[in-house]
T-cell receptor, first 115, second 111 residues
Framework: GAGVSQSPSNKVTEKGKDVELRCDPISGHTALYWYRQSLGQGLEFLIYFQGNSAPDKSGLPSDRFSAERTGGSVSTLTIQRTQQEDSAVYLC???FGTGSSYEQYFGPGTRLTVT | GENVEQHPSTLSVQEGDSAVIKCTYSDSASNYFPWYKQELGKRPQLIIDIRSNVGEKKDQRIAVTLNKTAKHFSLHITETQPEDSAVYFCAASNTDDKIIFGKGTRLHILP
């Protein structure tokens, strides 16, 4: 079946512009995560959605970052007034449930470059 | 909240030798410990996981061990091969909360 998809695959934007990154999780997966991976670095947790519960936003680095998940499916990560330090690969992952027992399936990522 | 420490950050081993990556966690409620492998330019993928009710799990050349008392777990790769070169991430979670990843170990298999 179809895996997690993300769009765009690459995004180049000027400093100060807003960007929207999209994630389509695997159908039926209730949990959705966003991570940021800077060059050669680890997986930095950003935000986590689980079903109809309030999202866990504890990883968002500033109020310029926000995310939505509409209808329990597609998610959009928005970065306002982008800065050069926002340049990274943004990975989305989905899983059938939360925490224990559930494998995370990652998307291919969106490479964001802020010039 | 949970905090996962992983070391070493970089590891080089001769092809055919064994590699060991170690992680510690802070939340005693954590009960699920997956390991993900990320090859260059690709997305992370689950390679093996262990739950808190077992101390060791093997899958061919890969094994994971868990010491709940000490709150540490390890990944062991035996008879390493060139295709084992990648970044490996450990993680920990409990039933009700999000997964927390370690910072990763870059494994180089030397010819």
């Amino acid at each position: 079946g179809a895996g997690v998809s993300q769009s765009p695959s690459n995004k180049v934007t000027e400093k100060g512009k807003d960007v929207e990154l999209r994630c389509d999780p695997i159908s039926g997966h209730t949990a959705l995560y966003w991570y940021r991976q800077s060059l050669g670095q680890g997986l930095e947790f950003l935000i986590y959605f689980q079903g109809n519960s309030a999202p866990d936003k504890s990883g968002l680095p500033s109020d310029r970052f926000s995310a939505e998940r509409t209808g329990g499916s597609v998610s959009t990560l928005t970065i306002q007034r982008t800065q050069q330090e926002d340049s990274a690969v943004y990975l989305c992952a989905s899983s059938f449930g939360t925490g224990s027992s559930y494998e995370q399936y990652f998307g291919p990522g969106t490479r964001l470059t802020v010039t | 909240g949970e905090n996962v420490e992983q070391h070493p950050s970089t590891l080089s081993v001769q092809e055919g030798d064994s590699a060991v990556i170690k992680c510690t966690y802070s939340d005693s409620a954590s009960n699920y410990f997956p390991w993900y492998k990320q090859e260059l330019g690709k997305r992370p993928q689950l390679i093996i996981d262990i739950r808190s009710n077992v101390g060791e799990k093997k899958d061919q050349r890969i094994a994971v061990t868990l010491n709940k008392t000490a709150k540490h777990f390890s990944l062991h790769i035996t008879e390493t091969q060139p295709e084992d070169s990648a970044v490996y991430f450990c993680a920990a979670s409990n039933t009700d909360d999000k997964i927390i990843f370690g910072k990763g170990t870059r494994l180089h298999i030397l010819p």
